[in-house]
């Protein structure tokens, strides 16, 4: 039986006090490592945002209002 290695990119996460302490209350009580739950929380985030965020973007007064340059 072979195994193959997925190679993982690192990243650091920063998350104001009150955040980091829901994700350690939510992964304890789904019995996961923090990591396990942020991987996960953040694939389900990305889905979400390539299903229902990303096609708005094909709107193009939509596209327009995200591209304006704020004047100084």
């Known amino acids: ?31 996961m490592t923090q990591a396990a739950y942020i991987r996960k929380t953040l694939t389900r985030g990305v889905a979400f945002s390539k299903t229902n965020e990303l096609p708005l973007l094909q709107n193009p007064r939509i596209k327009d209002a995200l591209s304006v340059e704020v004047k100084a």
């Open 1 to 31: 039986m072979t195994t193959t290695t997925v190679k993982q990119a690192e990243m650091v996460l920063r998350l104001a006090p009150d955040l980091a302490k829901e994700v350690r209350h939510v992964a304890e009580e789904l019995r």
